[in-house]
């Protein structure tokens, strides 16, 4: 019952960060440096002598692209594999005291349960923090595809602020859904059924339909031109003086 949550927290935790790049862009100035200094590294790379070789011998054995990973992004990885590894922990607990020794599996469950619905408040408050600053951005553009864009941004964030929250205070304030066959709690009731519809069907269903529906939309990533190595020439004006050849 834990992987479902665990890839949703991963899904919009990775979202989180792709927001936190796009807040963080430098400004023009500093863009125009950077390309500046990428050609500045072309050209010395190109006069420093071609190694280019090894690199295509690479290309045919390897014909696979590296993925770039940012560092929001492998902290994401990193924030992913200690939930998992928490997830097997408690799970491992939960077993052992399902025997007689004085582990509480109920206490156990409760305690993961209330430390990853923190978690995703926790997410659902940066969502909506990220996403009203990158619509404030986006007001800027004038385009209407940046408009479009603003209003998935936005209803991204309001959805996640809005469908995290209930299902964060189900979680700690009942014994609801996990924890219902150790106190005793219908699952027939109406009570009960209310309360797993909005921890499950509100707090996970819901933002994530949302999420592959604005992911259906997206454009299709830039391809490299690897098809072979590129010459760059330079051209030398004769007439004019040799000091600015």
């Excluded at 935790?13 to 072309?42: A, K, M, N, Q």
């Excluded at 690479?58 to 696979?64: L, T, V």
């Excluded at 020439?233 to 007439?239: C, G, K, P, Y």
Aim: with cysteine; proline share 5%.
């Amino acid at each position: 019952m834990a992987f479902p949550k665990i890839l949703l927290f991963t899904a919009f935790l990775l979202l989180l960060s792709f927001w936190v790049d796009l807040c963080h862009i430098p400004d023009d100035e500093e863009e125009e440096d950077d390309e500046f200094r990428i050609h500045e590294g072309l050209l010395e790379n190109s006069l420093t002598g071609p190694s280019s070789s090894s690199a295509d011998r690479r290309r045919i054995c390897f014909p696979f692209r590296l993925i770039h990973v940012g560092i929001h992004q492998k902290i994401v990885i990193l924030v992913s594999i200690l939930i998992f590894l928490i997830m097997m922990t408690s799970a491992a607990l939960i077993w052992i005291g399902m025997e007689y020794n004085p582990i509480d599996s109920s206490l156990v469950a409760k305690v993961y349960i209330d430390l990853f619905a923190l978690a995703v408040l926790l997410l659902g408050g940066a969502l909506g923090c990220y996403g009203l600053v990158l619509c404030l951005k986006m007001r800027k553009v004038r385009s209407e595809r940046a408009s479009s864009e603003m209003w998935k941004v936005a209803g991204l964030a309001l959805l996640s602020v809005v469908c995290f929250t209930p299902s964060t205070f189900v979680a700690v304030l009942t014994d609801i859904p996990v924890l219902h066959h150790w106190h005793g709690l219908y699952i027939n009731g109406l009570y009960t059924s209310l309360l797993l519809m909005l921890y499950y069907f509100i707090g996970s269903s819901v933002p994530s339909a949302f999420l592959l529906w604005v992911m259906r939309e997206l454009p299709p990533s830039a391809v490299a031109n690897i098809q072979g190595p590129r010459t760059i020439t330079f051209i030398s004006d004769n007439s004019a003086p040799a000091a600015h050849h």
